[in-house]
């Protein structure tokens, strides 16, 4: 079982639609969580992090279940500039190890 | 740019060649990350580096693959005798260690071994 579980996708989603990411893992020890984007050859890029009080920026928002050891990202009002993949990262704790552990990535296509 | 960059950003070279890699952290960052991200696939970390000492190396790490950050500022990473499995982008992040920690990523280093 992978550490950390997305699906693939591809979204294909309308501009304005709503879209909610999804994403497990595997280690109940596991203390930070984020989102990262990444575009097409590029290098990923934090997007937000993810608090157990769930947290919002902008059109994003970001909630965590620590006894489901579930992760959401939700994307209103989308647009073009929305396409990438999102990636959600675990950190088992910066006491610890600062290595983040990563799921294989959504992909978010928004057309016109 | 004060972000953190990385050399060279393309690679091609032959089966059984050595090829290094550069990393130049963010300048006041005390750990230094390597991740390797195929096709696909979410970056796999590698190793990292607090200063200068490396304390955790992956699984992943053969022993063709070595790290160093010998003064605690910029990294290399070497890959001896490539095979073509080892064709990747190479990631490097920074982060400054103190309490909540993010890791800021480099451009990679796209390798492709042939």
């Known amino acids: 079982r992978k550490e950390v579980e997305q699906d693939p996708g591809p979204f294909n989603v309308p501009e304005g639609a709503t879209v909610a990411f999804n994403c497990t893992y595997s280690n109940s020890a596991s203390q930070s969580f984020f989102w990262y984007r990444q575009d097409c050859r590029k290098e990923p890029k934090l997007l937000m992090s993810?608090?157990?009080s769930g947290n919002e920026d902008g059109r994003f928002t970001a909630q965590l279940n620590r006894a489901s050891q579930y992760i959401s990202l939700l994307i209103r009002d989308s647009k073009l500039s929305d396409s990438a993949t999102y990636l959600c990262v675990v950190n088992l704790g910066s006491g610890n190890t600062g290595k983040l552990i990563f799921g294989q990535g959504t992909t978010l296509q928004v057309k016109p | 740019d004060t972000g953190v960059s990385q050399n060279p950003r393309h690679k091609i070279t032959k089966r059984g060649q050595n090829v290094t890699f550069r990393c130049d952290p963010i300048?006041?960052?005390?750990?230094l990350y390597w991740y390797r991200q195929t096709l696909g696939q979410g970056p796999e970390f590698l190793t990292y580096?607090?200063?200068?000492?490396?304390?955790?190396k992956s699984r992943l790490l053969s022993d063709r693959f070595s790290a160093e950050r010998p003064k605690g500022s910029f990294s290399t990473l070497e890959i001896q005798r490539t095979e073509q499995g080892d064709s990747a982008m190479y990631l490097c992040?920074?982060?400054?260690?103190?309490?909540?920690?993010?890791?800021?990523f480099g451009p990679g280093t796209r390798l492709l071994v042939l």
């Open positions: 992040a920074s982060s400054l260690f103190s309490g909540e920690e993010t890791q800021y």
């Open positions: 300048s006041e960052h005390n750990r």
């Open positions: 580096f607090q200063n200068e000492a490396q304390l955790e």
């Open positions: 993810v608090y157990s």
